[in-house]
């Protein structure tokens, strides 16, 4: 294990990251409402770190494996995430402990949009602002934008680009050449958020909050500029922008590069239906947004309606996507909805999305692999190929998807198991675990809009809740295994 170049590597990409730290400088520096220094003071502090690690191993360039890639990606998760945390405790409002400054940090970089913070609307607009980049740059992966611009890190891009990345299989690559496909990853990116904001701008929110809020639409993070969240703007519009971008970013990003590549060449809508998951996806979405508003209507729940239409259609994404924006109370809804959307939650987006959860993708593989097996009861000599599409699935591949099935469920009973020791309650740590380990946010009972009441110790927890779901356990896990260290 070649340490040394490890670190080197490391302190290279948290200089990178001590960059962003000028951002909300910038944005305090505009607005004049406070907050520049601090995030000065953190650049520096932040760029001093990364120099001092790299200078101390500048000279270590030996040639890294796989595994190396994935201590690095984990290595910079945990650096970045507590680096990110300085400006939070530089700032007197909002006055946050460590545990809550480390929980804001990582709850932003993973996307997560968990908050401690109560008191938006009154806090500096640099604060907001980074809040909001955190989440930006967590959503498609500060590794993959170093992949893309930073090729003298030494290692083979693609070992970074698999420990990153979501989804069972991840050797497809847009481009041949892996800082070709990061690359290519980041320009949609940062053209759908462009897209966003200037769409949030045209239904009537600030240049601020337009930003803001693409920032967070499309990394579907659901952190917001405001307390109310999306209910602030009471705004059809921006309800309904909120939703088509989501299910944009939900949507698998080398589906809107085949789209976009082979524009004019035939529909872009056939390159998405031909895509088995993608179907799947808006199956599942189509379903939720039916029964959420039967249900409403039939209950009366909104005035009339289209609000019933409405609001069931932007929860319904907004939670099952893993991005948490609220414009009423779901978790007062009747029956069973606020329960099904948070299992929906489980699912989340497809597989290279920003999105959080399983993946569509494994729950798909998961269906077909039951359905194969009643099948096998019937006829136990059948030969019963899985196929995605007109692609027949490696039988490793389906291994590895009920493994992942079988470690997340196993992270989530010990998360849930170490939140309820710490004195919470055992219906809002099951809440709090899952809307922390599927990076969702906001779920039922306590944690239903922030997680202040949570104890600091359980906030530890579902910080490391967190991570795992973001890096989609394996490549944290696979830290703890034996076999990883030996040379």
Not at 134 to 161: F, H, K, N, R
Not at 231 to 236: D, I, L, T, V
Not at 238 to 258: D, E, G, K, P, R
Not at 454 to 464: M, R, S, Y
């Amino acid at each position: 294990m070649h340490i040394l170049s490890i670190l080197r590597i490391v302190g290279i990409l948290v200089m990178c990251f001590s960059c962003t730290m000028l951002l909300p400088a910038f944005v305090a520096l505009l607005y004049g409402d406070g907050g520049g220094k601090a995030f000065i003071q953190s650049f520096v502090m932040s760029a001093i770190a990364g120099a001092i690690l790299w200078w101390a191993c500048h000279h270590h360039k030996e040639e890294l494996r796989s595994r190396e890639g994935f201590l690095i990606v984990v290595a910079f998760w945990v650096v970045m995430g507590s680096l990110g945390a300085i400006p939070f405790l530089l700032f007197e409002a909002p006055d946050l402990t460590i545990s809550s400054a480390f929980f804001e940090s990582f709850s932003g970089l993973t996307t997560t949009g968990a908050t401690t913070i109560i008191g938006l609307d009154q806090l500096p607009k640099a604060i907001l602002f980074y809040r909001q980049l955190l989440q930006w740059l967590g959503g498609m992966g500060i590794i993959v934008l170093a992949v893309a611009i930073i090729p003298l890190l030494g290692i083979g891009g693609m070992s970074l680009y698999r420990a990153e990345i979501s989804g069972p299989v991840k050797e497809n690559k847009m481009r041949p050449r892996i800082t070709e496909t990061a690359k290519t990853l980041w320009f949609i990116y940062a053209s759908l958020t462009t897209l966003c904001a200037l769409a949030y701008w045209f239904a009537g929110m600030s240049p601020f909050d337009a930003i803001s809020h693409s920032f967070s639409t499309v990394s579907i993070g659901g952190f917001s500029t405001h307390d109310n969240s999306m209910a602030y703007f009471n705004s059809s519009a921006v309800n309904l922008i909120t939703i088509v971008f989501l299910l944009i970013s939900a949507c698998n990003y080398a589906l809107h590069f085949n789209a976009f590549s082979q524009l004019g060449k035939r529909n872009i809508l056939s390159s998405y239906f031909c895509d088995p998951e993608f179907r799947f996806f808006i199956f599942i979405q189509s379903i939720l947004v039916v029964v959420c508003f039967v249900i409403l209507l039939t209950n009366h729940h909104f005035n009339d309606t289209l609000q019933n239409l409405e609001h069931a259609a932007f929860q319904s994404v907004s939670i099952s996507s893993t991005a948490g924006y609220t414009t009423s109370g779901f978790d007062q809804w009747p029956v069973f909805l606020p329960i099904l959307l948070v299992f929906a939650s489980f699912i989340g987006g497809c597989a290279g999305s920003t999105g959080g959860g399983l993946k569509v993708v494994r729950i798909l593989v998961l269906y077909l692999q039951g359905k194969r097996e009643l099948n096998r009861l019937i006829h136990p000599n059948l030969v019963y190929p899985i196929k995605l599409g007109k692609r027949v699935l490696d039988e490793r591949v389906i291994q590895s998807i009920w493994a992942f099935f079988s470690a997340y469920l196993l992270v989530f009973v010990i998360c849930l198991l170490g939140v309820i020791s710490c004195g919470v309650e055992t219906f809002d740590a099951f809440n709090a675990v899952i809307a922390c380990l599927n990076n969702v946010g906001p779920a039922l009972g306590s944690v239903s809009s922030n997680f202040v009441s949570i104890p600091d110790e359980a906030k530890w927890i579902l910080t490391l809740a967190m991570v795992c779901g973001r890096l989609e356990i394996f490549s944290l896990l696979v830290l703890f295994t034996p076999a990883f260290w030996k040379s």
